[in-house]
């Protein structure tokens, strides 16, 4: 293939037109070179078969074969030439045949003799004889391979030619390999294409940026434009299936933000203008599923919203952003944006703006991370550190932190002044400290704990010496810390000071003793058992006293003790034995049988003892003989009933008599004419009443220390409708009073104080037969204290009555009892009559 330097306009394509011809030539020629040599199998089988012809045939049939086999022969002979005149005029290469010993057995082909080679010089000789010493080796290497059936194809450089050549091996037609092939291809015109073809390529590229500088300089702004959106379309062409698997696959949220028409971002520009076009007409035109994600909502909706959308709820931090990035051309920045439902999200994101040839803004590229959670996750770390900052430097053990190597303390925290008696910024400076520290009886061996790499939790109790002499002892926990290899660069610890508590263990042994002392001499049975009530670990010697029964009996069978609890009482034990498992405090009264049928009441408090974990390993409680006290109870039981029904037998007798009394009124006052006096025994009647009801609802109520309000006031305000209503059936009554319960000391003169108004209101408020409302409220303003109020809608009072300093009897008496009551009554007669009385219940008087 001739190259012309001079055309270096020809077109790329047609460079790699001629390429291809040349491809395909040589592809034609193998083509052809494998049809040979499936012919010459073809023609070695058909003679091999005529040469196996059996001998047993008629002689027609013989003269029929030997008239095939010499047409075959002379066919094979014909094919053979043919294969020959084939690789003799191989065009651009050659042919060697070689047998097992290397040595050529056929050459031929037109690339002999442009390699400067012939037929002669080579048939009959051995690859040694020939070869050059250096590709030897190579030679050797494949066709030895291919005499063991396997085929090589290599670039083989020889006399300033480039040859494409193959060995292969050459079968029988029993499959055996029986020689070795060398088919050689001249492909220098195709290298030398290849090299030509990279050169126009690099020549195409400096001719099109020269003339891509020369139409920029010539300032033709339309034809600029149509080649911006050629190559622009191009580049979107070429890349979209890539960019598509990219916008799909990513996790990260993709976004194109394009303008309807470009925009200048220059001094020459008013931006503030320019800003309003950008979030007017700034519009998502491309987004990923990740992007849509993140704003939880729909393709169909996200794809075309504005810029002022998406910041519309922060327009001046909005506006900043991207002004500060148009003036980089990118930029990077954290901002609170809104999804789809208003729900703000917290993104990083990286814009890059996209410019035409004229420099103008047509959009820009975003990349954008939803970072709320890492945000959440950030401020999490930041509270936990200051919570660990606060914590460490407030607690009243050291925190420190040990690096491994070098070996120094890098972190202690402020409790170590106060416990070892010595200054951190010392420690920090001279570590030396910690060893001088510790007490020379624990120094070696505190030392070697340290020293080494520990590889899990180690804790060690040792003493320290205070610069004031004084000894304090310590317990240290440390921890290992790994990197990401797994190996320990750091160790921290806990150091505790345990003085008090070493203290403590002295204490306790004495406090252990004493415990036994006392288990072992009081009169209650203290007892210890596991978690799971199989084993029963100590049982005190008062046991034998209130069960009657052997310690050895119990602490073989722990649970054997339900035969002897009462089978009414069995599930109370059962309940409290759950109750105590799940940490409670229990305490249960149950019947026993001793050994001699006896019942004895026992008060068994159970409680749970925790380990270090805070996980229930022990059950203890303490059995007390309550019969003594039950026994008393049940008398004093009897007692109180016997006098609960004499008290109710009391009030009854009350009420009774007060019944009687208000009868001897009654009687009485027929034979009195003077209505003025008449009226006096009247009122008496119905004052007593008000103190019988009382009597008789403690007699009829279970409680016999308080009176029910509602039911009292109710059946007092029927009483008195009766006595002074005077048949006028359109007076209504409005009771409101709350559920409040008064001693007998507080009702008695609170239900007078009703009946004294309340018979004031019916009779002077009203006319006969003219309608009226009379209203009795009765609530708790606080604890104790109330509020009653009485009105009525009648006349009120005369023009010229003062309420406060009348001497009638009623009114009086209602100010005697509300000063007995501790409490204040305030009279207005603007419309009707209103009566408001606070007072308080009265302090409950102790009885014999």
């Known amino acids: 293939m001739c190259i012309d330097p001079t055309k270096i306009d020809r077109p790329l394509e047609t460079c790699e037109a001629l390429v291809a011809e040349q491809k395909a030539k040589i592809r034609q020629l193998e083509q052809h070179l494998q049809q040979q040599r499936e012919l010459c199998q073809k023609l070695e089988a058909q003679l091999k078969a005529v040469e196996n012809a059996g001998f047993s045939a008629s002689e027609t049939e013989f003269e029929i074969a030997e008239d095939d086999r010499i047409r075959l022969i002379a066919s094979l002979e014909k094919s053979q030439e043919m294969y020959r005149t084939l ?88 499959e055996e390999i029986f020689a070795g092939m060398v088919v050689t291809q001249d492909i220098t015109e195709k290298k030398q294409a290849e090299i030509a073809l990279e050169e126009i390529t690099n020549q195409l590229e400096i001719k099109y940026q020269k003339r891509t500088e020369d139409l920029k300089k010539a300032n033709n702004q339309l034809r600029e434009e149509i080649l911006y959106r050629w190559r622009a379309e191009e580049a979107l062409r070429e890349s979209q299936e890539q960019l598509e698997l990219f916008f799909s696959q990513s996790l990260h949220g993709f976004f194109f933000m394009m303008l309807d028409e470009p925009v200048h971002w220059d001094d020459t520009v008013d931006k503030e203008k320019v800003l309003d076009y950008v979030f007017a007409n700034g519009r998502v035109t491309k987004a990923n599923d990740a992007l849509i994600a993140q704003y939880g909502g729909t393709r169909k909706e996200f794809i075309g919203r504005t810029l002022y959308s998406f910041l519309s709820h922060n327009l001046t931090g909005g506006r900043e952003i991207i002004r ?114 510790i007490h020379p009886e624990d120094r070696e061996r505190v030392l070697a704990t340290f020293t080494q790499q520990i590889e899990s939790e180690d804790e060690i109790e040792y003493r320290i010496v205070r610069p004031d002499g004084e000894i304090r002892w310590i317990r240290d ?38 415990f036994r002392q006392l288990a072992e001499n009081i009169q209650d049975s203290f007892w210890l058992m596991s978690a799971e009530f199989t084993d029963l670990l100590y049982l005190s010697p008062a046991y034998q006293n209130i069960w009657g029964r052997s310690h050895e009996e119990l602490y073989a069978e722990p649970l054997k003790m339900m035969e002897w609890v009462h089978p009414e009482d069995k599930h ?13 405090s229990t305490s249960t009264e149950y019947r026993i049988f001793r050994p001699d049928g006896t019942m004895r009441w026992v008060c068994d408090r159970a409680f749970s003892i925790y380990d270090e974990s805070g996980n229930i390993y022990r059950i203890a409680g303490i059995g007390e003989d309550i019969s003594d006290r039950k026994f008393t109870e049940a008398r004093i039981q009897a007692a109180l009933r016997e006098k609960e ?25 027929q034979y009195i004419e003077d209505e003025a006096t008449l009226a006096l025994f009247e009122e008496s009647q119905t004052r007593i009443h008000s103190m019988a009801l009382i009597h008789e609802q403690l007699y009829q109520s279970e409680h016999l220390d308080r009176i029910d309000l509602p039911p009292y006031v109710e059946n007092l305000v029927a009483n008195l409708y009766q006595s002074f209503g005077g048949g006028n059936t359109s007076i209504q009554f409005n009771l409101n009073v709350d559920p409040i319960c008064l001693n007998i000391e507080t009702a008695i003169p609170c239900g007078l104080i009703i009946n004294e108004l309340v018979s004031n209101s019916l009779k002077y408020a009203f006319s006969p037969s003219s309608e009226g409302e009379i209203n009795i409220n009765l609530y708790e303003i606080e604890t104790q204290q109330f509020n009653l109020t009485i009105q009525d809608n009648g006349r009120g009072f005369p023009t010229n009555f003062d309420a406060d300093n009348t001497e009638t009897l009623g009114l009086r008496l209602v100010r005697m009892l509300a000063y007995q009551l501790d409490g204040t009554i305030a009279i207005d007669s603007l419309c009707g009559t209103c009566y408001t009385l606070i007072f308080q219940e009265l302090n409950y008087r102790q009885r014999i």
């Open 87 to 174: 690789i003799k005029h191989y065009p651009n290469g050659s042919v060697f045949l070689f047998d097992r010993d290397l040595r050529y057995t056929l050459v031929d082909g037109q690339g002999l003799a442009l390699a400067g080679l012939s037929k002669e010089q080579l048939e009959g000789k051995t690859l040694w004889e020939i070869s050059p010493p250096e590709d030897l080796p190579l030679f050797e290497t494949t066709y030895r391979a291919a005499l063991a059936g396997k085929e090589n194809t290599f670039e083989y450089k020889y006399g300033g030619r480039v040859y494409s050549t193959t060995v292969a091996p050459v079968k029988n037609d029993r």
């Open 324 to 437: 500060d990035f148009f003036e980089a051309g990118r930029i990077h920045v954290e901002n609170d944006n809104r999804q789809c439902d208003g729900t703000q999200i917290l993104v990083e994101c990286d814009y890059i703006c996209i410019y035409d040839f004229h420099s103008r803004i047509v959009g820009y590229f975003g990349v954008q991370r939803d970072i709320s959670e890492r945000k959440k996750t950030e401020a999490a770390l930041k509270e936990s550190e200051e919570r660990f900052r606060q914590l460490a430097e407030n607690i009243e053990n050291v925190f420190w932190m040990l690096n491994v190597q070098p070996q120094e303390i890098i972190y202690i925290s402020p409790g170590y002044e106060k416990i070892w008696g010595r200054s951190c910024a010392d420690l920090y400076a001279y570590g030396r400290f910690f060893a001088e520290s």
């Open 477 to 514: 926990r440390a921890f290992p810390i790994r990197n990401q290899a797994g190996q320990v660069y750091r160790i921290v610890g806990i150091a505790e000071d345990i003085s008090e508590g070493k203290q403590a263990e002295k204490t306790l042994r004495e406090s252990e003793e004493r």
């Open 572 to 584: 109370l034990l059962e309940e409290a034995m759950g109750r105590v498992l799940q940490g409670e």
């Open 645 to 669: 029904v004499l008290l109710k037998e009391i009030h009854h007798r009350v009420k009774n008599n007060m019944q009687v009394i208000s009868s001897l009124l009654q009687l009485q006052a």
